[in-house]
């Protein structure tokens, strides 16, 4: 129902063309719809909540000039930053995970996650992967979930570049309360988690410092959690607190702010 109204305003248009599919099966199988009725060299995918800047698409087909890169993304944002407390931080969070994490990962060519809400691909590329795409399974049943990341670890194991197109801004809606963040970080988590696992058969073929990376990024927040647990236990069993720890935690914490703050010219970081 909530396409009638779009539909009816474009519909008279040659350049749009609406695939209604008879039930809601996931962005998986609607994203494979279309691409097995596109035509175009390059496919866009964004999200229902994203909106772009008019120069998005322009600078990401220049990066898809080169025939070696394989997908691109783009920066995100939030659209909603002033909403609440939790949106300005989440607004950060995505300033560091794409010019930190994204931006170093595309000085090696291999991003590996081109996210949902601004991403493009060759489509030539794609309809080579759709079939494993399609068929991904986790724990014996159709995966539903892990779409971005999936798609993107099948474009480098396919022997395509990954790329990160700071300039090509995208604002997105993102959750305003913890309930929707928490379902929405536990959903990527297992993604990361799972998707890792096919990342490490690939790693070998690329960069050290991007093993590092990945590594890093699944067993960071596991020490973390490690940390705090074993903190509690020594306060609950000694009736101290581990200060060198906490102040080892909080040092590289304002290191890691001071640097954003530094790089992104904006002192709202220092309180990330």
């Not at 890792?196 to 596991?222: C, E, K, S």
Request: hydrophobic share 45%.
């Amino acid at each position: 129902d909530a396409l009638v109204g779009v539909h009816e305003k474009y519909a008279g248009d040659p350049r749009f063309n609406f695939i209604a599919l008879p039930k809601n099966v996931g962005k998986r199988k609607a994203q494979i719809a279309a691409i097995r009725r596109s035509c175009g060299d390059l496919v866009l995918n964004v999200d229902s909540d994203t909106i772009l800047a008019p120069d998005v698409i322009t600078r990401l087909a220049l990066k898809m000039q080169d025939q070696a890169v394989g997908a691109a993304m783009g920066q995100l944002a939030a659209s909603n930053r002033s909403e609440t407390w939790l949106t300005r931080l989440i607004d950060m969070e995505y300033w560091l995970a794409c010019n930190e994490e994204r931006a170093a990962q595309a000085r090696f060519g291999a991003v590996m996650c081109c996210c949902g809400p601004c991403a493009m691909y060759r489509r030539s590329a794609l309809v080579s992967l759709l079939d494993q795409y399609e068929t991904q399974r986790f724990r014996g049943k159709p995966s539903d979930f892990g779409e971005d990341r999936h798609l993107t670890i099948l474009m480098l194991k396919a022997g395509f570049r990954t790329e990160y197109v700071p300039e090509a801004v995208a604002a997105t809606v993102v959750p305003n309360s913890m309930g929707p963040y928490l379902r929405q970080q536990l959903r990527w988590a297992r993604s990361t988690f799972r998707d890792t696992l096919l990342a490490f058969q690939l790693l070998r073929g690329l960069n050290i410092y991007l093993t590092l990376d990945v590594i890093g990024q699944n067993i960071g927040p596991l020490l973390l959690s490690l940390s705090i647990l074993a903190g509690l236990a020594q306060f609950v069993t000694t009736g101290t607190a581990p200060w060198t720890a906490c102040l080892m935690i909080a040092a590289m914490t304002i290191v890691r702010c001071s640097v954003a703050a530094f790089r992104a010219r904006q002192l709202r970081f220092l309180g990330f």
